[in-house]
Every structure is written in C-alpha cells, then in structure tokens.
C-alpha cells in the first residue's frame, strides 16, 4: 500500500505540474525566466501544454525504460541511474527547442535567444519529474528496485 | 501481490498519460480554429466563413450555435470569439458585424441648393463636390438604401434615381427651381434630418456651412453669429445619443458669392465646403470600425475632420513589450485593466519607459491633434511624460505584429521610476480643434486674404454643436497602474 502511495503522489505532482503550465495567472513556465513578448507568444500558441507533456512524458518514458526495459542488475547502481537521468535532461531540452522553433517558424516569429534560454528550466522540470517517476515506479522493478537509493 | 495491483500502476501511469493528451487537445476545434486566426490575424471573410462550415458541419456538437432554422447564430459566434480573444495575451478583437447578423446601414443625402453653393459644380471646374458626394454614395455597399434630398429653405426629395444622380454633370442645372435658393434654413434642416432619422441611418448634409437666413440686411455680425451658436446648440442638445462628424472639403468655386451683407460678387477659386455626417452614435462607430464603409470617414479628399463625441470613448491598447523606446524592466499583468508588475528602471537612469499601441481611429480626430503632446494631461506620481507617434507599417516587425496590427497610435510614457506604486492617467482633452477657428472668418464682403480657406462663421457653428454634443472633458481616459 505504501508503494501505491508514492504512485498516488507521483502522479499528483505531476498532474499539479501539467495544470500550473496551462494556466494564465500563475504559470510555473514564467517563474524562473520571462520575458514578455516571447511568453505572450508562447501562451497564446498554446506551446506551454505541449512543452509541458513532452517533459512529462521524456521523464516517465525514461523512468519506465530505466525500471521495466533496462530492468538489469548489470545496471542497478546509483550511477547507472543518474546517467539515464542525464539523458533525460538533455533529450528533454532539446526535443522542446524543436518544437519551439517548428511552432515560432511556421508563425514567422524569431525567438532564438529566448528560446534557449527558456529550454534551460525545462533541463531542471524534467530531472525533478524524473526523480518523481523514479520514486513512483520503481517498486514493481523486478531488479531495480532498490535504484537510486536501497529501501 | 495479486495480478490486479500488479496491472495497477499500468493503469495509473496510462491515466496520466491520456489525461495530458486530453489536456493538450482539450479544445474543440472550432475554439482552435478562432484561437489559430486571431493569433495569426488572419481574421478576413474567408476565414469567418470556415468558421460557420464548422459549426453547420458538426450540429450535434455546436447545436447551440445554431438558430432554431439551422443557420449560424452570427451573435452567439461574435460571443464566442470575444471571449476566446480577450483571453489571449494581449486580448485581441475580431469585429464580425460584416459577415453577418447586422442590417446594412442606410444612406440619405441632403444636398444643399443655395444660391452660394451652384459655383462649386460648374462645367469647367474640377467637380470636387459631387466627386465627394459621388464618393460618400459608392463607399455604400452595393445593394444599401440610398435617399437624396436637396434642402435650402426646406427639403425636397431628388426627383431622379441614384444612378442619374451619380451620372448628371449638372446637379445644379436639373435641379433648379427646388425651394427658395436665397437662404438656408440651417434650424429646419438640422431638425428634419433629426427628426427623421431611423436607427441604422446616416445622414449626411452637403453644405457649406455658411449660415444664411432671412433678410440680414441691417444685422450686425455679431448678432448674427450669435444667433447660429445658439440655433446650433439648441437643436443638437435636443437630440440625445448622436453622433456628428463633419468633414472639410476644398472644391473649385466658379461664379457669384452671396457674403452676409448682400452685395454679391464673381470669385474664382478654391472654397472650403462640407459633409455633415450625422447618425446614432453607435451607427457612427460601425461606420468608422466596420471594414465595408471604409472610405466613407476616412476619404482621402478630406481636408479636415472632425467627430463630436457625445462623452468618453473606450480606446483599445496594447503595452508593447519589444519597442525600441522601452527602458528598465516590467511584466505586463493580464485581466486587471493595464497593469504593469515588478517594475524596474533602467540599471544607468534609472528611468521606466514603455509604450502603448492604441487604437485612436475610433475617435475620428485627426493626426495633428492626436499626434500632438500639449492636447493631452498625463497626472502620475514621479511626473511621467507623453510622446505620441503614429504608426507605419514600417514599424512592424514579425514579432510586435500582433501588438501593432489594428492600432493607430503609439503612446510613449517615460518618468523616474521612484514610487513604489504609481498611477499614470492619460486623457486626451475635449477641446474644439484648431482647424475649425483657422477656417473660420468673421467677413466674406471681399474675396481677399483667406477667403479661399475659410467659412463665415464656421466657428460659431461648430462652436455651438461642440457645446451641445460635448459629453465630457476628455474624449478618452487610460489608466496604468505600476507597481514595483
């Protein structure tokens, strides 16, 4: 039962996650970098949802990979989890630089710098959800379970 | 651990995952559609049209955007698209009125004949005044009722179809004998086409705005304007919720001039004449947003122009965030009015600078005096100043596009950024402007000095509708909170 909690609260953080990039007033997109014309831009583009599932999805895809596809002793150790965090920390910024440029190109906006810039608290996003995904799903992991930390 | 909670944490994380599909893809497509053109600002007919194909395409989703008969309910579709729109950053507008719902609007010309006005459509002159009537008449839809009247001692109907009218090289000639063309009745006509005006008319007056009554001999000026400043403030103050713009016309004047004192005189040359627009005040508005008039108020042959507003109007703005004036930092709030947070002046002056894109054309006033600083009051703590520039399209970029696009004017505001809360208030005061005492003239008895720019009077007249019409002491009022 403790195990479904930790799934129960993983997905909760992350669906407060999701909610708190839609929405206007408060959005968790524009706390740590803002600049105005670009976020008007990427709010009225409806870029922010988008961002925010491929984040989501980049951090439990590769949580899911790292428990249940990998899922080996040869690769159990802390370090093992770490680099697979890595991973998801680079890909995660750079499929969202993808898709922000399809998006601002299509519309005829130049928003390089901005761009980068913003991708850079999508690397910090994606490595929390991915420590969230790892806590949430680890537990049915027939040889990684006890990855990052043992319980 | 049974197979069920083995297959539970499956089961949650696909919850999770469609629940963010669901949410990335929670609009329909009709929201997506509105939001995808008024981002892109393609908001032409075409577009609206898609628009309705979706709603008529999907009866069983959109059933309530439909009229009982299964057409589009065009107001439910402008409800619609406002609200999606003034959710967006900066909330934007899309006037649909032309596509549909909305009546067409009607026409009726008085066509001034008094003996002073027969010069300005000579043969051999340049035919300005029925070029600008010709105008004013085809910048009507094709398909809008249009009435013609000449007035002079009274009104009489234009005994001939549009087209005749629109063809006849001589509208002087085929007219004469209408009324008594030794004066003008100004009180009777502006009280008729008051009187007689429908919701959804406009109604324009030909003139040349001299005030010529009865019998004058041995009547000073004095008197004289006097009494047309009282005539004019009476009839208009009788008539709530108009809307008057009159607009100043030069036109080639080939013949006798009657002046105020009765001896008359041949003159050859230019002469100012006008067109009196008068309608509901919201018809005005239609008039001056909706796209299928255009070129009714804004004709490019117009000299000058005026709109006597009855009272403050709403003037749309955008707080431009990539201008090249801006100074120091600032994050625009949206929903609460226009409020900029977390301000911060420039690191080396320490000064805030910002700009506005606004929407003035709605006022009808023109550039000189929109353009011009001392016509405005800005009241703020840490004494901001005001510039005023209008835009042209070379100040579009791609990405300020959807900032500027349907915006007049740009209105610069700088100051020391000191107060930890300020308010800054824009008003533009309501004031008759300078154009109409330049054309104006106190005598017409010789064709000398600026006889050919101005009208006897003019002042008097505008002066005493401006008294009746005004509504307030600012035509418009904006206001920006700054909190640091």
Redesign the interface.
């Known amino acids: 039962m403790k195990h479904?909690t930790y799934?129960?609260i993983g997905?909760a953080v992350?669906?407060v996650f999701?909610i708190l990039s839609?929405t206007?007033?408060f959005n968790i997109y524009e706390q740590l970098f803002?600049?105005?014309?670009f976020?008007?831009?990427m709010?009225?583009?409806?870029m922010y949802?988008?961002i925010?599932?491929i984040t989501?999805?980049v951090a439990?895809g590769g949580a899911?990979i790292y428990y249940y596809a990998i899922n080996s002793v040869k690769f159990d150790r802390w370090y093992h989890w770490l680099a697979v965090l890595g991973v998801v920390a680079v890909l995660t910024p750079v499929v969202c630089y993808i898709y922000n440029d399809s998006v601002f190109a299509s519309?005829?906006?130049?928003?390089v710098g901005e761009s980068i810039q913003f991708e850079m608290q999508t690397v910090l996003f994606a490595a929390l959800l991915f420590i969230v995904a790892s806590f949430?799903?680890r537990?049915?992991s027939s040889n990684c379970r006890h990855t990052p930390l043992p319980q | 651990m049974t197979p069920n909670?083995?297959r539970?944490?499956i089961m949650?994380?696909t919850?999770?995952?469609l629940?963010?599909?669901a949410?990335?893809g929670g609009h329909g497509p009709l929201e997506k559609a509105v939001?995808g053109m008024l981002?892109?600002g393609d908001t032409t007919r075409a577009s609206y049209d898609s628009l309705c194909s979706i709603v008529t395409g999907d009866p069983g989703r959109y059933g309530d955007m439909l009229t009982p008969d299964g057409r589009v309910d065009h107001k439910r579709m402008a409800e619609l698209i406002e609200h999606i729109g003034s959710?967006?950053?900066?909330p934007m507008h899309w006037d649909t009125r032309p596509y549909g719902g909305v009546d067409d609007l009607s026409l009726t010309v008085y066509f001034e004949r008094s003996g002073s006005m027969v010069p300005y459509d000579q043969r051999g002159g340049g035919g300005q005044l029925k070029k600008a009537v010709n105008d004013l008449i085809n910048h009507f839809p094709a398909g809008s009722k249009v009435d013609i009247n000449i007035v002079n001692d009274g009104i009489y109907p234009y005994q001939h179809t549009v087209d005749e009218f629109l063809q006849d090289r001589d509208i002087y000639q085929s007219t004469a004998g209408t009324g008594d063309a030794s004066y003008t009745d100004f009180q009777l006509i502006f009280n008729k086409i008051l009187e007689a005006q429908r919701p959804g008319n406009v109604s324009v007056l030909v003139s040349d705005l001299i005030y010529s009554p009865q019998d004058t001999r041995g009547v000073s000026l004095d008197k004289i304007f006097n009494e047309e400043n009282s005539l004019a403030t009476r009839v208009f103050a009788r008539y709530k919720g108009k809307s008057v713009v009159v607009q100043q016309f030069m036109g080639d004047y080939s013949g006798k001039y009657y002046p105020y004192n009765g001896i008359p005189f041949e003159y050859q040359g230019k002469r100012p004449f006008y067109l009196v627009i008068i309608a509901d005040s919201d018809v005005m508005d239609q008039l001056a947003q909706d796209k299928r008039y255009s070129g009714v108020l804004d004709a490019p042959a117009v000299r000058n122009s005026y709109r006597f507003n009855q009272g403050t109007s709403e003037v749309e703005c955008r707080?431009l965030?990539?201008w090249k004036d801006n100074a120091g930092r600032?994050?625009?709030k949206?929903?609460e009015g226009i409020v900029l947070a977390k301000c911060d002046g420039d690191r080396q002056t320490g000064k805030l600078c910002f700009s506005l894109a606004a929407n003035l054309g709605t006022l009808l006033k023109d550039d000189a005096l929109l353009t011009n600083a001392a016509n405005y009051n800005v009241q703020s703590i840490d004494g901001y100043t005001l510039t005023v520039q209008p835009i042209d399209p070379g100040m579009f970029t791609?990405?300020?596009k959807?900032y500027l696009e349907g915006m007049t004017h740009v209105l610069t505001l700088v100051g020391d950024l000191k107060s930890p809360r300020d308010e800054v208030r824009i008003t533009l005061r309501n004031e008759l402007p300078a154009w109409v005492r330049q054309s104006s003239s106190t005598s017409d008895i010789s064709a000398t000095g600026s006889f050919a720019t101005t009208t006897l009077g003019l002042e008097q007249l505008l002066g005493g509708m401006f008294d009746a019409m005004r509504g307030g002491d600012s035509l418009f009022d904006i206001t920006i909170q700054l909190q640091r």
């Open positions: 479904i799934l129960i997905i992350t669906v999701f839609c206007d007033g803002f600049n105005q014309g976020n008007d831009k709010y009225n583009l409806n949802p988008v925010a599932a989501i999805a439990w899911a519309n005829g906006l130049m928003y949430s799903m537990w049915w | 909670m083995r539970l944490p949650l994380i919850a999770l995952l629940a963010a599909l949410a990335c939001r981002v892109s959710a967006l950053r900066p707080v965030p990539e600032f994050r625009v949206h929903g791609a990405n300020n959807e």
